[in-house]
């Protein structure tokens, strides 16, 4: 077994690896660290997560999270769509805006009724 036809696939690996680490270790090494209180406060969920379980919360934050995974995985649809779009044809075409329009109505409907505002 000859060991020089995996040289390309190894190469490969390492110059995958050292993409994602040296980018790490550089920021790590050179960039400032200055923590506080701010910086390090809970943000993902959208309240503190080490509180009461019986409190009350904002499900607005819930809400357009949603909403945009929502349209987000509705969007993503283009993509083969648009690869395909020779081979499907105008009822393709057609079949793909009348999904956008529906897409459409429903974006309008959530905007009209105040579900993407942030107040």
Same mark, same amino acid.
């Given at each position: 077994m000859n060991l020089d036809q995996y040289l390309p696939v190894l190469l490969f690996i390492l110059v995958g690896v050292a993409v994602g680490v040296?980018?790490?270790?550089?920021?790590y090494v050179l960039g400032p660290n200055r923590p506080d209180a701010e910086k390090n406060s809970p943000y993902e969920c959208g309240f503190e997560a080490f509180e009461d379980a019986r409190m009350k919360f904002d499900v607005r934050y819930y809400?357009?999270?949603?909403? &945009?995974?929502l349209f987000d995985l509705?969007?993503? &649809?283009? &993509?083969?769509?648009a690869v395909a779009l020779k081979d499907i044809g105008a009822v393709g075409f057609w079949?793909?805006?009348m999904f956008l329009g529906i897409l459409v109505v429903g974006f309008v409907y959530e905007w009209k009724k105040g579900a993407l505002d942030w107040e």
């Amino acid at each position: 077994m000859n060991l020089d036809q995996y040289l390309p696939v190894l190469l490969f690996i390492l110059v995958g690896v050292a993409v994602g680490v040296i980018p790490q270790v550089i920021g790590y090494v050179l960039g400032p660290n200055r923590p506080d209180a701010e910086k390090n406060s809970p943000y993902e969920c959208g309240f503190e997560a080490f509180e009461d379980a019986r409190m009350k919360f904002d499900v607005r934050y819930y809400l357009v999270a949603i909403l &945009f995974i929502l349209f987000d995985l509705e969007i993503a &649809f283009l &993509f083969p769509w648009a690869v395909a779009l020779k081979d499907i044809g105008a009822v393709g075409f057609w079949s793909m805006m009348m999904f956008l329009g529906i897409l459409v109505v429903g974006f309008v409907y959530e905007w009209k009724k105040g579900a993407l505002d942030w107040e």
